[in-house]
């Protein structure tokens, strides 16, 4: 699960997700999702990648975006830990 991680850490990257794919099941839980991060999640088909962002700067809806390239909108904030904490947990 990565939380506010927004994948622009070359470093950190080599190690967490060579080539930028996701080998284990992920969640990413994100205000805005990088450029990278949307590489990350499009590369690891075949892996089950979940992130949550916002909609956008303005609208703080979730869009829900899948590694199978399914993406849905939701009413709640998933994407920040208090909204995950009372719409998941």
Known sequence: MFMGYGFNDDH????LC?????????VI????????????IAHSRGTQVIALS?????????RISTSDGEEIIVDEELW??????KGVI
């Open 54 to 62: 916002a909609v956008s700067g303005s609208d703080p809806r979730t």
């Open 29 to 40: 839980m994100t205000k805005e999702l990088s450029d990278n991060a949307l590489k990350a």
């Open 80 to 85: 920040h830990l208090d909204g995950f904490n």
């Open 12 to 15: 950190l990257e080599q190690y």
């Open 18 to 26: 060579p080539d930028l794919k996701l080998t284990k099941p992920t």
